[in-house]
């Protein structure tokens, strides 16, 4: 089955390639496509409603089985900011960026934020949502998944991307998501677990069921 992950995000297809493996899915990028996709405007006020809007658009827009991400930080001493603005949060003092420099000034707005709050006061959420719509934009499932952590001091690590140098998740404290391997995250992220709870669903329709 040609399954289209409507992101640019090269991690995020990346995390999903893997945790697909086994299955008889292919992932399809929208570079793969012959014509560029439908921008869809992330307007709802959820991660579940940007995800599910992103997939029914997208599907309908190429004919393929489409699976939608939206994700982002929640920051408890924020507020539960930047949540849905997490990929954009820095864009208004900084516009114009993208990739790997939006990231670090992404992440320098979040410490800066939070300059001087003590460790006790720094907890934060991944929040991931997915869903998956069908080539005529009927939603199929709509997954979500969380992990808890807290925000360090100082970014550290090479791997992962957006805010992952900065958090350090429940399960790992001692390390932040861009510290762990590939296995070690997908076991503990907010997007490996909500891909473990589509992934039942993902093996029913690449078998016709």
């Given at each position: 089955m040609r399954l289209l992950f409507a992101t640019g995000n090269a991690g995020k297809l990346r995390e999903?390639?893997?945790?697909?493996?086994?299955?008889?899915?292919r992932v399809v990028s929208p570079a793969e496509l012959p014509a560029p996709l439908p921008e869809v405007v992330e307007d709802g006020a959820?991660?579940?409603?940007?995800?599910r809007k992103k997939a029914v658009a997208q599907a309908r827009a190429t004919g393929l089985h489409a699976l939608a991400d939206d994700s982002g930080l929640c920051v408890d001493a924020l507020g539960g900011r930047p949540g849905v603005f997490s990929a954009r949060w820095s864009e208004a003092g900084a516009p114009g960026l993208s990739g790997l420099e939006r990231d670090l000034a992404n992440n320098r707005l979040l410490l800066a934020s939070l300059d001087g709050e003590p460790p006790a006061r720094r907890g934060?959420?991944?929040?991931?949502?997915?869903?998956?719509?069908?080539?005529?934009g009927r939603v199929l499932a709509e997954v979500e998944g969380r992990c808890r952590g807290r925000i360090g001091a100082a970014p550290r690590g090479e791997g992962g991307f957006g805010y992952d140098p900065l958090f350090l998740p429940e399960a790992h404290p001692g390390r932040t998501m861009a510290e762990?391997?590939?296995?070690?995250?997908d076991a503990i992220s907010h997007r490996g677990e909500a891909f473990r709870l589509l992934?039942?669903?993902?093996?029913?329709?690449?078998?016709g069921g």
């Open positions: 999903l390639a893997r945790l697909v493996e086994g299955l008889d899915v959820t991660f579940a409603e940007n995800a934060a959420g991944y929040v991931a949502a997915l869903a998956l719509a069908d080539p005529g762990l391997g590939p296995a070690e995250k992934r039942p669903i993902l093996a029913r329709l690449a078998s």
